[in-house]
């Protein structure tokens, strides 16, 4: 009895040192070597009882009436002699000295402190997270976990937005998701010390500090969406984060208020006026001006560029910029380009400056030379055009006819006169036959299947038919009364020519590449290199609805089971798949369905019409069409 | 399937039509060294209207300023989205001008960044080869422009792809392809071929 006390009490002693010091330093091997010393110190001191002998001294220690009859009785140096006789009277001894109440109460001192102290052990382990006394001397990590109760409920974050924006901090209770922008600084807190508990933001590792009893970790806000992740023992819990992006500004110039051309030399003030908005604040704002002068073919293009009318928005979220040019401290020549634009910053110091720009106003210098014309490549004269050159030609040669015929020496011969008008006469004919080509059309060269306007036609008309008089008073060497008409014809084609002039560039010509005549004629030999395989198209939209799949298949498990367990975080991790990352839209509508199935799993509601509308949204509704699309119609 | 339609681009600021004789240069190229189905004539496509979404290639090019309107960005965006691809050519011929500077700093905000195109890329052996990377032009080589010869073109990729978007030079094509394409007889090498492999791997990569 006396042996099987002394087991017990070592394993007792054992057991409960290697709880303490469990529950102390959380450190599992550390416990169980002191426990395993523990015992066999126990046990070495309690050797003895292993001995007869050493059982009946103590025993005779204990019970000094025995007068040493049991120690002689166990004696095999007397067992030869008489040993009966001494057996009887050690066991009516015995009785006498009552030894088992000895032996019990010898049973209760041996093993009673030592399951006492495991008891205690025990409900120390229990009410006591594991390390706690290594968290209050802030020990090194030892690993381990607790035994105290799931430390990742409840939990509670505080969010605190970047310093730019001067907006308060936010405490969120049980998150899920916590959405906040980019660069904030958010503490996530759970009860109890944080030894044991695990947290990763995205790949990272996150640092987790106990403090006042509370376990603690800090990280910001990153810039893309993701989970995270954390820990304790065989809890886990997943935690979206959605980043919030801080919009760029934007900014409307409103003036100047559209392009336009001045002329040189450029003088004056332009006024620049411009409307700034952010969605947080404005920091700063200015107009950006750039001069671009020269041309290509005279040794190409040059720029400068200047900003005026810097102004400090102290966070506002809208903001008017006002500002002036003086274009002649800018030094224009004709044919320089003043463009302007406003340009705004937000207080973006995390990922920033937001920057926004308005459209752009250009301002032209027009050349001296350029006021009625912007012609620059030559053309052919239109047929009017040659018409009246050759109407006044023939006008100042029958002047000419006139001024001889009058003049008596030397006389001019009839025959000459004749001949001379004849001739006119025929120039005559001839342009009024031009004429009625450009107005009634055929011919080469001619402008035949253009049309003419009504009072185009009415002014060549007019010419047309001045010309056949002129060319008939010719035609009997009349000159002088051919000039009148000759006049009157020329009268109508320069109003003509004038009207239809047009100012615009010369129009690049029209090439029409025959394909049929070119076709495989070239020299030159192609070598092209083995091609590459591409892409499978929307790979993103494919994988994201493999992965739903899954997720759906896990969650046909019992509830609460691991695979249950393992859909629902892969929920979780396509939501944050569909977040919009900074400069992309994301994918809304699959996020916000895919929220209202966690949330409805998690409270054992009916996820299916959630679950339904994201796959509606992945795979899209089944769509009848007609056709094949085209390449990539709007 | 629907022929080839060489589409210049037309935007608001600067002057998109710096090369009107390109679009007719490349077009008689693809015709001569090609089988693709071309159309004869070339067209000039707003980036604002939704039109442009028509044609797998635009063709961008001039001396001043390029900054695109809110509409011309959503459409090209859009563009580049449904894979589309644009080749931007400073006419310019220099570097750090005003349309290298306005043109990569609106694709950079419009599509993305623009980095190097190596030299041993797709684009510079799927039809005649390239091992150079891009062909030099004239005004690189006679020293007339910025007398510095351009060792890479530039590109924006497709995420997750090698495919480009925005292919971006500053070697000026527009000029050196600039001529009638009848006078092409006179040269002794084919200066369009380059051309020909942009067309080439906008169809068919």
């Keep these: ?634 | 399937m629907s022929e080839f339609v060489f589409a210049t681009a037309k935007y608001d600021s600067g002057d998109w039509d710096a090369s009107p004789l390109v679009p007719a240069n490349i077009i008689d190229s693809v015709a001569r060294y090609t089988e693709i189905d071309v159309a004869p004539q070339g067209v000039v496509v707003p980036l604002s209207s939704a039109e442009m979404l028509e044609y797998p290639l635009l063709y961008v090019t001039g001396h001043l300023p390029l900054r695109f309107t809110d509409a011309e960005r959503r459409n090209v965006q859009k563009y580049l989205d449904r894979g589309g691809m644009m080749f931007v050519d400073d006419h310019n011929h220099d570097i750090k001008g005003v349309f290298h500077k306005t043109a990569t700093e609106e694709i950079t905000r419009t599509a993305g960044r623009l980095v190097d195109l190596p030299n041993a890329h797709e684009l510079y052996t799927c039809f005649f080869k390239f091992p150079d990377g891009p062909p030099n032009t004239s005004h690189e080589l006679n020293g007339w422009g910025d007398n510095l010869i351009h060792s890479h073109l530039q590109a924006v990729t497709r995420a997750g792809s090698n495919r480009i978007e925005v292919l971006y030079s500053s070697k000026d094509y527009s000029s050196e392809w600039g001529y009638h394409p009848d006078s092409k007889r006179f040269n002794q090498v084919d200066n369009t071929k380059f051309g020909v492999n942009i067309i080439v791997y906008a169809l068919t990569r």
């Design chain 1, 1 to 634: 009895m006396l042996g099987g006390a002394v087991v017990v009490a070592a394993l007792s002693w054992g057991a409960a040192a290697a709880l303490l010091i469990y529950s102390m330093t959380g450190w599992a091997p550390g416990a169980i070597g002191c426990g395993v010393a523990a015992a066999a110190a126990a046990l070495w001191r309690g050797r003895h009882a292993r001995s007869t002998q050493r059982v009946a001294l103590w025993i005779e220690e204990h019970a000094p009436a025995l007068q040493y009859a049991l120690v002689t009785a166990v004696d095999p140096r007397y067992a030869g002699d008489d040993g009966g006789a001494r057996t009887e009277a050690a066991e009516r001894a015995l009785a006498e000295a009552r030894v088992d109440t000895l032996v019990r109460r010898g049973v209760v001192r041996a093993a009673g402190p030592a399951l006492l102290a495991l008891g205690v052990a025990l409900v120390l382990t229990v009410l006591v997270p594991a390390g706690v006394l290594r968290a209050r001397l802030g020990g090194a990590s030892l690993g381990g976990s607790a035994v105290a109760g799931n430390r990742l409920t409840p939990l509670r974050a505080r969010v605190t937005p970047p310093a730019y924006t001067r907006w308060p901090a936010r405490e969120i209770a049980e998150p899920s998701t916590i959405a906040a922008l980019v660069g904030s600084q958010i503490v996530l807190e759970g009860r109890h010390d944080g030894v044991g508990v695990r947290v990763t933001v995205g790949d990272d590792s996150a640092r987790v500090v106990s403090r006042d009893g509370r376990w603690q970790v800090a990280f910001s806000m990153p810039a893309t969406p993701g989970a995270m992740r954390l820990g304790d023992r065989q809890y886990a819990r997943l935690i979206v984060l959605q980043p919030v992006a801080d919009a760029p500004p934007t900014v409307v110039l409103t003036a100047p208020v559209r392009d336009t051309t001045i002329r040189e030399p450029a003088t004056g003030v332009l006024t620049l006026a411009a409307e700034g908005m952010d969605d947080i604040g404005l920091a700063e704002g200015y107009f950006e001006y750039l001069i671009t002068s020269g041309e290509e073919d005279a040794g190409g293009v040059q720029g400068r560029e200047g900003r005026v009318g810097r102004v400090a928005f102290d966070n506002t979220k809208t903001g008017t910029m006002r500002a002036s040019l003086q274009l002649d401290a800018l030094g224009l020549k004709g044919g320089d380009l003043l463009s302007v634009r406003a340009v705004v910053f937000d207080g973006n110091t995390v990922n920033g400056p937001g920057k926004g720009v308005s459209e752009t106003r250009t301002i032209r210098v027009a050349t001296k030379q350029e006021y009625d014309s912007l012609a620059v490549n030559a053309a052919p004269p239109q047929g009017v055009d040659s018409a009246y050159m050759s109407q006044l030609m023939i006008v100042l040669a029958t002047k000419a006819l006139i001024k001889r015929e009058h003049i008596k020496r030397p006389p001019l011969s009839r025959d000459t006169l004749v001949y001379i008008s004849t001739r006119l006469g025929n120039k005559e004919h001839t342009l009024g036959q031009k004429i009625a080509t450009i107005l009634y059309g055929g011919g080469e060269g001619s402008e035949g299947g253009e049309v003419i306007p009504d009072w185009e036609r009415a002014l060549l008309d007019t010419a047309a038919q001045a010309l056949v008089d002129a060319e008939t008073d010719l035609d009997i060497a009349q000159p002088d009364t051919a000039l009148g008409p000759e006049l009157v014809a020329l009268r109508a084609l320069d109003k003509a020519r004038k009207a239809k002039r047009l100012y615009l560039r010369g129009a690049p010509p029209a090439i029409v590449v025959n394909i049929g005549r070119v076709r495989m004629t070239g020299t030159e030999k192609p070598d092209a290199g083995p091609r590459t395989s591409g892409t499978v198209p929307d790979t993103l939209r494919a994988n994201m609805a493999s992965r739903f799949a899954a997720a759906v298949r896990w969650l046909r498990a019992p509830r609460g089971s691991i695979a249950w367990t393992a859909g629902v975080d892969s929920l979780t991790m396509l939501r944050v798949t569909a977040l919009p990352r900074v400069g992309t839209t994301g994918n809304l509508p699959l996020a916000e369905a895919l929220n209202d199935a966690v949330v409805a799993l998690n409270a054992g509601a009916d996820a299916t019409p959630a679950l339904v509308r994201a796959r509606r949204v992945i795979t899209g509704a089944p769509t009848a069409t007609g056709t094949l699309p085209s390449w990539g119609g709007p």
